[in-house]
């Protein structure tokens, strides 16, 4: 092989990578909530979706069951997709108490986000969906593995691009629904939350530098 030539193999996940304990508890409940969604509107908006007037009513647990509840089938696939890939990817290197934690942690703040503009606007929005928890993963995934490579189509991007790609158009998505940008907000949550495990675990300073490290060849397949 040239100097200076690169090999490039693509190597598909197999189904043991991507279904990790915590993922596959997810992508179950997400199904779930979906199917609850079609056929039991009115409990799912009561009891499961978050507002603020259901959560001063003692209903707390909104803030985690919004999450794991869409309405609708492109919102499910496109989240079933990123948990099964990205969340995947993150529970194997983080093992899986660690990744059930990013995925509370984001959905609570963004919840209490979505609360306390509900509240200073005096509108009782109704917020569900796997966005923000998402964008947590798309967000944790950029920062983790940032300088990793991986196949997109018909060309290679590192990590850290692509999120901030996902991001831009989660922001352009939002400016018909400004409220969405809360879930948008999750990208940034996800990152202070993983600068903070690398503060922690490295007793005051940057995180290891195999984390942000690609494979010899620069590629990464999310396996």
Sequence with gaps: MPDGERQI?????????????A????????????TLVNY??????????????????????????YSLVNSCGRNLIFGGFL?????SAIEREWRTASFLLLWLVVSLTCGVIWLVVSLATGRNFIGLGTSACSYGLIGTFGLLFRRRRFFALFWTIEAQYLALFLIAI???LGIAQPITWIWVVGAGVAYVYVKLRWRI?????????????????????ID
């Design 9 to 21: 193999q693509l190597a598909l996940p197999s189904p043991r990578k991507i279904f990790t304990p």
């Design 23 to 34: 993922v596959t508890v997810i992508i179950v409940l997400l199904i779930a909530g979906f």
């Design 40 to 65: 039991a509107p009115d409990f799912t908006i009561d009891y499961l979706a978050l507002s603020a007037k259901n959560v001063l009513r003692g209903r707390i647990w909104q803030l985690i069951t």
């Design 201 to 221: 675990a490295s007793g005051g300073t940057r995180g290891p530098a195999s984390w942000g490290q690609g494979r010899p060849s620069g590629f990464v397949d």
């Design 170 to 172: 989660g922001i352009v």
């Design 83 to 87: 948990v099964l890939f990205i969340g």
